[in-house]
């Protein structure tokens, strides 16, 4: 049977709760345990699907199709895990699935209430979801106190009693801060946080307390003191300046020791070889590239998390250290290229609504004529087409239904109906839902054979790539676009969906409908990144 470890927050957020979740998950996999990792939200959405990105950060997506938290990224990066359906669960979620139950009878007529039936959806969800893992992380969201958390609180804390305390380990994530005016850290938040969490019935195992150096042992020991837990447990989670550093710091500190011993497990030794690698790389790199980033709101850029880390994971297997220059899509509205010209790659990621599209047409139209490396990403992609249509084709007008739902020219429209790989057919049309009318999730991409692509992926016929978008290129244009020079290096496996674009005569110009860097892992990096960063640093030395 699986073993637990529950991990709350305390004191503030954005303390970094998922990396270091993820990091320990790391960890215990370098000890040849087998790991799976689950998210608890305690928000009312039924999913992050139509949250803004700017507010919550990105919308990942797993290969399943669902639309999640962004720390599901980091699970899969750190802990080379595949998360699906069953690795988030938010509090609509769980009432959803509790009123269904209530409406269709199966409570017998009881008064359904919090406690027992939201808790015991909470502990069966969680239950359900193990896939057999040694050890099972349970991250769950917000800080101790929140009242949309209590429910998830109390949820665990029966499950630490039903479990017992070989099965089931409660890991507490706190802010020791550093005073400049007193010269001094101070502990008390710490101990507040440990009291709230008592009080709800939850003794922390272990409690990771971030600091911005490492605790002193006086400290630790205060810490300890006021909060019943074991000394070598209080463990400093300390500022690093790069966040593959971390499996390593907290090895170093016994995090992983501490948890096989409470566990009583008798395993291999860490072999942390994979990150020490990644880490050294990160830290000598060999060139600098400057990618341009065109988007609307591109300082936020948690709400591109995995195209962020992807970048950097190309970094790591070219040598290169990337740099990304945010370029705001309106500053270039009006045919500006100044800010283009001194970069060596331009990439147009993701993206929904009008403001900016303009901007990004203007970009790709730059990188075609200047044979500057392009990589479209999925608004990337349609940008790319709408400007091919109407630059080269000579189609004025071409457009997205999503920006002129009136264009006389839909190079990039609404498909309103299409069959999933399982052969199930999905219908939606401009009113569907916005929650749950996207094709989402892993698809599998045929690729054209002597295309840039193709030669990306070294040589693969089919890839699988995780999307989630509505509109799609409008084949009524494919005759004209291909004859024009427009070549198509991916469809879907039915032919019928264009998934990737390349231009014939450019040195490295490529779109996907898909979003790659939600499968870009620090180990492997991912094929296409490392190739985009190839070609960003030939066109570097080339125009040198
Ligand atoms: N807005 C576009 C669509 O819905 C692109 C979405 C995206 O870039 N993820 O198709």
């Not at 139509?50 to 990224?73: I, K, R």
């Not at 946080?193 to 630790?220: F, M, N, W």
């Not at 850029?301 to 040598?319: Q, R």
């Amino acid at each position: 049977m699986s073993r637990f470890i529950f991990i709350t927050g305390g004191v503030v957020s954005s303390l970094g709760k998922g990396i270091a979740s993820a990091s320990l998950g790391a960890i215990l996999q370098a000890r040849g345990l087998t790991i799976n990792m689950i998210k608890l939200d305690p928000y009312i959405n039924v999913d992050p699907g139509t949250m803004s990105p700017f507010q919550h950060g990105e919308v990942y997506v797993t290969n399943d199709g669902a639309e999640t938290d962004l720390d599901l990224g980091h699970y899969e990066r750190f802990a080379a895990i595949t998360t699906s359906k069953s690795s988030n669960y938010t509090t609509g979620r769980i009432y959803g699935n509790v009123i269904a139950k209530e409406r269709k009878g199966e409570y017998l007529g009881a008064t359904v209430q919090v406690i027992p039936h939201i808790t015991d959806q909470i502990k069966q969800s969680v239950l359900n979801s193990t896939n057999d893992a040694d050890i099972v992380l349970v991250e769950i969201g917000g800080t101790v106190g929140d009242i949309e958390s209590l429910p998830f609180m109390e949820a665990i804390r029966q499950l630490g009693v039903e479990l017992g305390h070989d099965k089931a380990l409660f890991m507490h994530l706190t802010l020791v801060p550093y005073i400049p005016a007193a010269g001094e850290i101070k502990t008390k938040p710490t101990q507040h946080s440990v009291k709230e969490l008592r009080s709800i019935g939850i003794q922390p195992d272990i409690l990771l307390c971030r600091a911005e150096k490492a605790i002193p042992e006086e400290e630790r020991k205060k810490i300890a003191l006021f909060t019943n837990v074991t000394l070598d447990s209080v463990i400093s989670a300390v500022d690093v300046d790069h966040i593959y550093k971390i499996p390593r710091e907290l090895h170093e500190r016994g995090l992983d020791d501490i948890v096989v011993k409470k566990f009583g497990l008798d395993v291999p030794a860490a072999d942390l070889s994979d990150w020490d690698a990644i880490v050294d790389a990160l830290s000598h790199p060999q060139y600098t590239v400057n990618i341009g980033f065109v988007g609307k709101y591109v300082e936020h850029t948690d709400a591109y998390k995995s195209l962020m880390e992807a970048l950097a994971h190309a970094g790591i297997h070219t040598k290169t250290k990337v740099n990304i220059v945010k370029i705001d899509s309106d500053v270039i509205e009006d045919n500006n290229n100044e800010l283009l010209k001194s970069l060596d790659a331009i990439l147009v990621p993701g993206g929904f609504g009008s403001r900016g599209v303009e901007g990004k047409i203007s970009a790709v139209k730059y990188a075609r004529e200047n044979r500057v490396p392009y990589l479209g990403i999925c608004l990337g992609m349609q940008v790319a087409v709408i400007e091919f249509a109407r630059n080269v084709l000579g189609l004025q007008q071409a457009h997205s239904t999503e920006f002129n739902p009136k264009t006389p020219e839909p190079v990039i429209g609404l498909i309103t109906e299409w069959k999933n790989q399982d052969g199930s057919v999905e219908k939606r049309d401009e009113k569907s839902d916005l929650g749950g009318s996207m094709r989402l999730g892993g698809q599998t991409c045929k690729l054209v054979p002597g295309t840039v692509a193709r030669k990306s992926y070294d040589g693969a016929e089919e890839i699988l790539e995780r999307h989630r978008h509505r509109f799609e290129f409008n084949n009524n244009y494919l005759d004209e676009l291909q004859k024009a020079g427009l070549v198509i290096s991916g469809v879907s496996v039915d032919n019928e969906l264009v998934e990737m674009i390349e231009l014939a005569d450019h040195p490295w110009f490529v779109a996907c409908q898909f979003h790659p860097e939600f499968t870009s892992q620090p180990r492997e990096g991912h094929p296409l990144f490392n190739s985009f960063i190839s070609a960003a640093l030939k066109h570097q030395q080339e125009s040198d």
